[in-house]
Each structure stands twice: as structure tokens, then as C-alpha cells.
Nanobody, 121 residues
């Protein structure tokens, strides 16, 4: 499956962004989808995931309440709504796909190239 992220940019502290990930190549509805991020000089970290049906969502504990993941199986897209952004949210955000459909971090094996999110203080 091919993944292309969009929606990144520069935003002030407290602002919002909505990231999108468009997919192609395989049956989107079979995949769990996720978002990860990597800040400069840091390891890639899990942000959020959503199961194949959308019934189950998972978040990094520190991001609960500010970030929301959703999917539109009819449009083969997944979104990440990010609110109340902080400078520490600055990172490259990656979309990922898990062919098992369940969204466990260890199962994500397809990745997009990422989109830059910068939050200014």
C-alpha cells in the first residue's frame, strides 16, 4: 500500500492542524492505520492508531484529549486532528499501515514519507 501524507505546516502554540493520509494500492479497509512522529534527534514515536473498521482507536497517553484519529474507508484516507498544539509537538509526522487490521505498533510495516509539523512558541 502506498501512503501520502499532507496537511503539515507552521502553526502557533495553541493552534490546530489536520493531517491527512491518502492511500492506494490495496484494499484500504483491511488495514489498521496509524500516525507516528519523529522530532529532531529523537526516536520515532507512536502517536495514534485506528483499527480497520474504525471501531477501536489508540493514542499515546500524553496526547489523549488533544489528538483525534479518524478514517474514511470510502475515500481511502485517514486523518489526524491535532488541537492545542505545543512546541514539543514539532516533528515529522508519518502515516503507517498495518495489514493485520488491528493497529498494534509492532505490525505497522508500510510508511509514508512524512509531513513536517512545526509549532512556534
Amino acid at each position: 500500500v502506498q501512503l501520502v501524507e499532507s496537511g503539515g505546516g507552521l502553526v502557533h502554540t495553541g493552534g490546530s492542524l489536520r493531517l491527512s493520509c491518502a492511500t492506494s494500492g490495496r484494499t484500504f479497509s483491511n488495514y489498521a492505520m496509524g500516525w507516528f512522529r519523529q522530532a529532531p534527534r529523537k526516536e520515532r514515536e507512536f502517536v495514534a492508531a485506528i483499527s480497520w473498521s474504525g471501531a477501536n482507536t489508540y493514542y499515546a497517553e500524553s496526547l489523549k484529549g488533544r489528538f483525534t484519529i479518524s478514517r474514511d474507508n470510502a475515500k481511502n484516507t485517514v486523518h489526524l486532528q491535532m488541537n492545542s498544539l505545543k512546541p514539543e509537538d514539532t516533528a515529522v509526522y508519518f502515516c503507517a499501515a498495518d495489514p493485520t487490521g488491528w493497529g498494534l505498533v509492532r505490525n505497522f510495516n508500510s510508511w509514508g514519507l512524512g509531513t513536517q509539523v512545526t509549532v512556534s512558541s
